[in-house]
């Protein structure tokens, strides 16, 4: 009797009281008001209430303690729901604005379409456009991986190519605060609002390519045109939503492949979930899974191909960075 005692004790412990700790810990050390000493403080009391009132049951077996400990919690959940996204806040350059869409028929403007000129990190033209594009001119979809932490780990986006050689890339991203830095775990803790770009190869593709130094593949996808402008109709649809009602981003739940995913949805509502929708690295393998790769061609030949990070790295400013990263592989 005493053994299964000490099993439900445990296994208390390491499903529900650790777990709760510790998620009260960072959401109160991303969340809470003040700065970094205020934050650390806020977390630390959270830390040795908690780790206190449950050490106390454990000694007298005391049923209030325990109610204690539900209701701080539940308290802490309260509290966290009040925190809402916004979109007025002190953004980073590069995410300072918000694309919107209208559309006309089989004409869509967009406005607030991004062409900045990067020579650096800092150092940078920025450039915000209102484009026109004729969606019966609409000729290809392009998936853009960039990886820049590993095989798994690849930030995705979509380009789609009009028949006078003009692209548009759209893609989901975190909506930085200036001086704030990208991190997984605050992706969880409602530490990023969602942002989705509309931008120019040459702007979005080759800050990551010659800025930031990061590795990028480019797979054609095999498509139906009507495919192709029901997933652009989508991007510009969400694109209004956020600015109408702004969204948090979530490191897994809602990041720059699940919400493709969430476009891509409604047109084939047989498309299946995959893990690899969530290690955005190895998507390729779901892609061609699914049969929207090119048929007959081994995956390995495709990466090799698509691989345009050299190509990228190499074509001068003013030249045409679109028809260079896909000019055939010498």
């Not at 809470?32 to 908690?50: E, F, K, N, V």
């Not at 931008?199 to 800050?207: S, T």
């Not at 995913?261 to 893990?275: E, N, S």
Request: aromatic share 12%.
């Amino acid at each position: 009797m005493k053994l299964a005692k000490i099993a439900i004790l445990v296994v208390l412990v390491l499903l529900v009281v650790l777990p709760s700790i510790l998620w009260g810990i960072l959401a109160l050390w991303y969340q809470a008001p003040g700065g970094d000493a205020s934050r650390t403080a806020c977390a630390l009391i959270w830390a040795l209430a908690a780790v206190g009132l449950f050490a106390a049951w454990v000694r007298s077996r005391k049923v209030w303690l325990l109610v204690v400990y539900v209701l701080a919690f539940l308290l802490l959940l309260t509290w966290w729901s009040t925190i809402a996204p916004s979109n007025d806040r002190p953004w980073a350059d590069d995410v300072a604005r918000q694309v919107q869409g209208s559309v006309n028929g089989h004409e869509v403007t967009l406005t607030n379409v991004r062409d900045f000129n990067w020579r650096s990190a800092t150092d940078y033209d920025a450039r915000w456009e209102t484009r026109r594009y004729d969606l019966d001119r609409l000729v290809s979809t392009d998936v853009v991986l960039s990886y820049w932490s590993g095989p798994a780990i690849a930030h995705s986006m979509l380009s789609f190519g009009f028949d006078d050689g003009s692209h548009v890339v759209f893609s989901v991203e975190i909506r930085r605060r200036r001086g704030q830095e990208y991190s997984s775990i605050g992706g969880f803790f409602k530490d990023f609002e969602m942002t989705l770009i509309a931008a120019e190869e040459r702007d979005i593709i080759r800050v990551r390519t010659n800025v930031r130094g990061e590795q990028d593949y480019l797979y054609p996808l095999q498509i139906d045109r009507t495919v192709m402008r029901e997933l652009f109709l989508g991007y510009v649809q969400l694109a209004n939503e956020l600015v109408a009602k702004p969204a948090f981003y979530n490191t897994i739940s809602t990041n720059c492949t699940t919400m493709v995913y969430r476009l891509a949805k409604p047109i084939d509502p047989g498309l299946p979930f995959d893990i690899r929708l969530l290690l955005t690295g190895y998507l390729p393998e779901y892609l061609e899974r699914i049969g929207v790769l090119e048929h007959g061609m081994p995956l390995a030949s495709l990466r090799r191909r698509g691989d345009i990070t050299a190509r990228a790295r190499a074509t001068p400013i003013a030249a045409d960075f679109s028809a260079a990263i896909r000019a055939p592989i010498r």
